[in-house]
Nanobody
């Protein structure tokens, strides 16, 4: 069983920065990532980090060059550093963890970017 606890969302002005955290408890996690869902839109990929294969990362096209996903192994925590935020980044951000058997989702944290 894996539990995910997200934190770090909030309100920020356009051009600002936020850092999201996702603390994971459990075993056999193969990868973690962040997805987001804006009102009336489908959930979309933000960034993923694979714990094997040298820690490969993958980013959604709209956040490349602005967002960075990283991991603190000792704390079993994944971070999403978000820079140069835009109003269109406003969404609920969800942490996701993949094991060999199933996918786990966090409860979501709201990020609001004002223009």
């Amino acid at each position: 069983q894996v539990q995910l606890v997200e934190s770090g969302g909030g309100l920020v002005q356009a051009g600002g920065s936020l850092r999201l955290s996702c603390a994971a408890s459990g075993f056999n996690i193969k990868s973690m990532g962040w997805y987001r869902q804006a009102p009336g839109k489908q959930r979309e990929l933000v960034a993923t980090l694979t714990f094997t294969n040298g820690g490969s990362t993958n980013y959604g096209d709209s956040v490349k060059g602005r967002f960075t996903i990283s991991r603190d192994n000792a704390k079993n925590t994944v971070y999403l550093q978000m820079n140069t935020l835009r109003p269109e980044d406003t969404a609920v951000y969800y942490c996701k963890a993949d094991t060999s058997y199933r996918v786990y989702w966090g409860q979501g944290t709201q990020v609001t970017v004002s223009s």
